[in-house]
């Protein structure tokens, strides 16, 4: 663009650049994306009929929502909503406590070679596996209820908040430690006075939302069996009661934007 | 400065007795929380089947090697419908998130006291349940299949790309949409020229991750019916069909890194 000179583009007619520079690539992706359109929609079986009378259903659903039933399912739900927040609280706390020596054991700046390529298969793992999946394995192991729930939250919490955790650290202000070092500080010391107080406002921040996306989490671990208000919720579907499932999916929501209102106010604070 | 006076000699401390006090409470209540969560979860845990788990866990290994290899033959079909399920949700979610995020980005939208409140409410209650119970309620709603999955995948990304997308269209640089409406364009004009190659390439990066993220939830999707790898999964568990399930877990693993590789890759290209 800069060789050219004004003079040049002066009285020419101007064209939108295009967003893929290099034309054979744009037709080839263009062509490419439209033949596996065609492909994708004419594999897919849909049973228009069935679609049409569901209709019906789905608009009972909506309305359900304008009247939500709390009321004669008022026990199950919040037997289930409880033991949500219960798993919840439960895998936060320990997931948090025991991501921060995996979170400093995959920091390249801090662990030894050995140390580090363990904490980071071990971060690998956890990102990789759903915790769906991982509560149907936990749930064939140690049997139904929050125990399978709780494990896997935990697990999954281990390995978002120490690679996160471990990219914080990484990225620290390097002086700050070495002079901690310098004043001839215990490896503990070096920790405590030297990485934390750098990556303590991340650290607590990651943690909230953590603890956001574990209650979402918690509330579909139920349909495979692990515990939370997932249970609940599928039997309230599965019987077409509507009203019930409305009143569980509101409680959701707002339980949610209570967490997200939470952790931004205090996100604001520590950082 | 808190300081203590002890045998006239002032100590130097770095709280208050009264903040001390406070901060004491506040781990007591903490721990006390998390004591009272344990206590539930275990009261619901048939501690018999966890001294048992390492003998089941041994058990299920030894089962599900190896894999049963030439299963693979039958997890095309489920593999190909995975992927639609992906990425027509996808685009499905990408075509009703951009107007949504324009209505809610402050600087475009039509309305900040009617409109704005409407699409924020979309943007969280779209995000804050899972994938998995939009999939549970569209197979109430139009039947079990390939389409609720698709639909569940579609209604579930709306907020998510609408979130990142709105806070992109509030980031952009202002003088640039001023210079177009000094030429005299219209609104759509403004729009067309000023804002959206703006937000280009945010788009297309949210496009790519959220493409990545929808990978994963969909092989799941089918435990509940709604078509994909996860039929077979559940099928597979149904009937203790290790060596399939443990094959079945390779594959989802195989794509949910081939999918991270593909939009870390299309990520870089872009940014």
Excluded at chain 2, 226 to 235: D, P, R, V
Excluded at chain 2, 242 to 247: F, H
Aim: proline share 4%.
């Amino acid at each position: 663009m800069s060789d050219i000179t004004l003079d040049q583009m002066l009285g020419r007619g101007w064209k939108k650049p295009p967003f893929v520079k290099r034309a054979w690539l744009r037709w080839t992706l263009i062509i490419g994306f439209i033949v596996y359109l065609i492909a994708a929609v004419s594999t897919i079986e849909v049973d228009w009929g069935r679609v049409y009378d569901g209709l019906d259903r789905g608009w009972q659903f909506v309305l359900a929502f304008t009247s939500p039933d709390f009321t004669s399912r008022w026990t199950d739900i919040w037997e289930g909503l409880l033991e949500s927040i219960v798993m919840t609280v439960a895998a936060s706390v320990v997931g948090i406590l025991i991501s921060i020596p995996i979170g400093l054991g995959a920091a390249r700046n801090i662990a030894p070679l050995p140390v580090y390529v363990v904490c980071r298969g071990i971060v690998a793992i956890s990102r990789a596996l759903q915790e769906i999946i991982v509560a149907i394995l936990l749930v064939a192991i140690f049997g139904f209820g929050p125990l399978a729930g709780f494990l896997t939250l935990s697990f999954a919490t281990i390995g978002f908040l120490s690679k996160l955790l471990a990219e914080d650290i990484e990225a620290m202000d390097k002086v700050q430690a070495e002079a901690i070092k310098a004043s001839g500080a215990r490896w503990t010391q070096w920790i405590n006075y030297g990485v934390q107080p750098q990556v303590m406002p991340r650290l607590v921040g990651l943690s909230m939302y953590r603890i956001d996306i574990n209650f979402r989490e918690s509330a579909i671990l139920g349909l495979v069996g692990a515990g939370g208000i997932g249970a609940t919720l599928n039997t309230a579907f599965d019987r077409y009661e509507y009203d019930t499932a409305a009143a569980i999916l509101i409680m959701i929501i707002v339980i949610v934007m209570a967490l997200e209102y939470l952790s931004g106010i205090i996100r604001a604070r520590v950082q | 400065m808190p300081v203590l006076e002890r045998e006239d000699a002032r100590v130097w401390r770095r709280r208050t007795t009264g903040e001390s006090l406070i901060r004491w409470f506040g781990w007591l209540l903490g721990v006390a929380v998390f004591v009272y969560c344990w206590q539930i979860i275990s009261a619901s845990t048939t501690w018999f089947f966890v001294w048992d788990a390492p003998r089941i866990a041994n058990d299920i290994w030894t089962r599900a090697t190896p894999p049963r290899w030439e299963y693979i033959t039958q997890l095309g079909r489920p593999i190909w419908d995975t992927l639609n399920i992906a990425t027509l949700g996808t685009m499905i979610a990408l075509c009703l998130a951009v107007p949504v995020a324009f209505l809610a980005a402050r600087n475009t939208t039509p309305s900040a006291l009617i409109i704005r409140p409407i699409a924020l409410l979309i943007i969280v209650s779209t995000r804050s349940i899972n994938s998995l119970i939009w999939a549970l309620l569209l197979i109430a709603i139009i039947g079990p299949g390939v389409f609720a999955g698709v639909i569940a995948i579609a209604i579930r990304s709306i907020g998510f790309c609408a979130k990142l997308l709105y806070e992109a269209i509030e980031e952009i640089d202002h003088t640039q949409v001023e210079a177009i409406t000094a030429t005299g364009a219209s609104r759509w004009q403004v729009m067309a020229y000023g804002i959206v190659p703006q937000i280009l390439p945010a788009f297309a990066g949210i496009a790519v991750f959220r493409w990545d993220i929808n990978i994963r939830e969909s092989t799941v999707l089918g435990l509940v019916g709604a078509g994909g790898i996860g039929l077979q999964l559940s099928a597979s568990l149904n009937v203790l069909a290790w060596p399939q399930v443990s094959l079945i877990l390779i594959v989802i693993l195989a794509a949910v890194v081939i999918s991270e590789w593909v939009s870390a890759k299309v990520r870089g290209a872009i940014i």
